[in-house]
Every structure is written in C-alpha cells, then in structure tokens.
C-alpha cells in the first residue's frame, strides 16, 4: 500500500523561505500528477501548486512568483519551495499525488509564518 510522507513545515518570520518535500513510497506508480494544497483554519482546502509528469506547472494566483513547485521523478518526490512567505500562507500543506488508478494524500505539514 502506498504513502506519501511530507517534511519541512515548521515557523518561519514573514519574507523568509520554506521547502516541502513529499515522498511517495510503497506502490505507487504511474504518476500523472503531484502537487500541494492548503488549509487555513475555518477555510476549505486550496490548491497552491500542481505539476504533471511532462514538468507543467499549475499556481494559486496569490502564490505566484514566490513559490516554486518541482518534481524528481526516478525518486516519487515532489519540492515545493515557498519564499518572501507572508502570515496569510500559514495554513496546513498538503501533498497530493494522482495515479492511474488512485489519488494519494499526504497526512499534512504545519505551516506557520508569523513574527
């Protein structure tokens, strides 16, 4: 059974940087697609970055030009790297993987940008 396990959340003041890392294990295969969603407390889940096996990228408008999503494809992993953060990110990060047959979640990652 497959599993994705997450790292790199943690408290960071505003403008600094952050990178996730997600890792897929177990039997996952067929990747099309792994990316990250958040979630603010007292909001719905959103998506902040998608990537697909061919590298094409996909952002939250408000993320945009601050995070960077990549992938290494021969490891199952998926990066993100999040800079100039801003207390408004703080949120619960999670990854997400899509396969062929199945969608994957990640357990979440805590995210906090505040001074």
């Known amino acids: 059974q497959g599993q994705l396990v997450e790292s790199g959340g943690g408290l960071v003041q505003p403008g600094g940087s952050l990178r996730l890392s997600c890792a897929a294990s177990?039997?996952?295969?067929?990747?099309?697609?792994m990316g990250w969603y958040r979630q603010a407390p007292g909001k719905q889940r959103e998506l902040v970055a998608t990537?697909?096996?061919?590298?094409?990228?996909n952002y939250l408008d408000s993320v945009k030009g601050r995070f960077t999503i990549s992938r290494d494809n021969a490891k199952n992993t998926v990066h993100l790297q999040m800079n100039s953060l801003k207390p408004e990110d703080t949120a619960v990060y999670y990854c997400?993987?899509?396969?062929?047959?199945?969608?994957?979640w990640g357990q979440g990652t805590q995210v906090t940008v505040s001074s």
């Open positions: 997400n993987v899509i396969t062929s047959i199945k969608t994957y």
């Open positions: 990537i697909t096996s061919g590298d094409s990228t």
């Open positions: 177990g039997s996952i295969f067929s990747i099309y697609m």
